[in-house]
């Protein structure tokens, strides 16, 4: 049975198999503790993760140092978001976010409202965009921290991130950025875009589920935060818990090989998400969501007049693997949280579908895919006219 083409890379990416190559060692033969420093095995463990560390430093413009490993990019945000919220209650008690984050930003956030912290969650532009002065406006003298995403989970977009960061600092608020969908696919540098804290992850650039990291900037201004995981004092007790070394050594190569092919990938990708979209445009009632231009390069999220959302999906399940949005939200009954803060009615953003295009997509899939889309929204709209032409005549 032939398996439908992956077009959901925003969900997860294969691991590559140069990554896999990297880590296999690390299960086996240099299987050590990077804890245990009385021994050769743990002396091989903890240089391989050093090494790590640095690279996905470099990759963002840090120091080793300010690097700490966690499971993934939700345990970073949650570090970073009540980290920072616990070592500054005394401070002030005010949060700024996006309403179209991510649910590992805004559920944290709530959590802290039941806590007694005041969030406020701003609204974009209808292009998916930040209003910058709205974000200004929004700081008070009690704000701690402000959390917008790099790049959109659903619709791909790029926030100005070196102008939050900018605003931020200038009010001496700390700024916390989920690049979990960036990492390895735009330029990144906590320096130049004034970032304290950045969530990273793996499994979205071809490395392994299951390992993240967060930067936490230690100069100008060094940046306090309470463990949410209390134990052996790892990572400079800001993440208790035994590190996963073959997990970390796939994470940095993942990284290294995504900055190497960077630039190609990227140009490579936005040709083929502009080819889907050139065949898709030629329907009528298709809308594209989001900026068209500052996204995602393998991105391409769109709306569809007169066809069910659902349907839609079931359609293309057997051909092609693409979802309505984010996959942490695939269970859930109600309609993109992103879309209707777009000012989508329900409707429309219920028979939305998100395209991921990656490293391992080739033209022909793109080319493939576009026709069977092209030939099941037509099928869902002559059938739904068929049914709406029999209700009309029994009415009659």
């Known amino acids: 049975m032939q398996r439908p083409i992956y077009l959901d890379c925003h969900a997860t990416t294969p691991t590559d198999k140069r990554v896999v190559e990297a880590m296999i060692p690390y299960f086996s033969d240099r299987f050590g503790n990077p804890s245990s420093l009385s021994h050769v095995y743990g002396w091989e463990a903890e240089a391989a993760v050093k090494q790590a560390r640095n690279t996905i430093a470099e990759a963002i413009g840090a120091s080793g140092e300010e690097i700490v490993f966690t499971s993934g990019a939700t345990e970073a945000n949650n570090l970073a978001i009540k980290g920072v919220a616990e070592a500054s209650y005394d401070r002030g008690r005010h949060l700024i976010t996006l309403q179209t984050e991510h649910r590992a930003v805004l559920d944290p956030c709530k959590y802290l409202q039941n806590l007694g912290f005041e969030v406020t969650f701003l609204p974009v532009k209808r292009d998916g965009l930040i209003d910058l002065e709205q974000l200004e406006r929004a700081i008070r003298p009690d704000t701690i921290l402000v959390s917008v995403m790099a790049a959109n989970n659903e619709i791909g977009v790029l926030q100005p991130i070196a102008k939050i960061g900018g605003i ?143 349907a839609l999906l079931l359609g293309l399940q057997a051909t092609v693997a693409v979802s309505s949005g984010s996959a942490c939200s695939s269970s859930s009954t109600a309609p993109s949280h992103v879309l209707t803060a777009l000012g989508h009615p329900e409707k429309l953003a219920y028979a939305s579908i998100r395209f991921g295009i990656g490293r391992f997509n080739t033209q022909e899939e793109i080319d493939k895919a576009a026709t069977e889309a092209i030939s099941i929204i037509s099928s869902l709209r002559k059938s739904k006219e068929l049914q709406k032409t029999r209700s009309d005549r029994e009415e009659r």
């Open 168 to 310: 931020c600092h200038q009010h001496k608020v700390l700024f916390h950025t989920d690049a979990a969908q960036a990492i390895g696919k735009i330029p990144l540098d906590v320096e130049k875009m004034k970032v304290d804290l950045m969530s990273l992850t793996a499994h979205k650039v071809y490395g392994p589920k299951g390992i993240g990291a967060l930067y936490v900037r230690r100069r100008n201004p060094r940046v306090r935060l309470a463990a949410q995981l209390h134990g052996g004092g790892q990572e400079r007790g800001m993440r208790s818990g035994t590190l996963y070394t073959p997990q970390i050594v796939g994470f940095a190569k993942a990284v290294e090989l995504a900055l190497g092919e960077l630039e190609s990938e990227s140009k490579r990708q936005t040709e083929l998400r502009d080819r889907l979209w050139s065949k898709l445009s030629q329907l009528e009632g298709i809308h594209l969501n989001g900026h068209p231009v500052q996204r995602l390069p393998g991105n391409l999220n769109i709306s569809v007049e007169r066809v069910d959302g659902a």
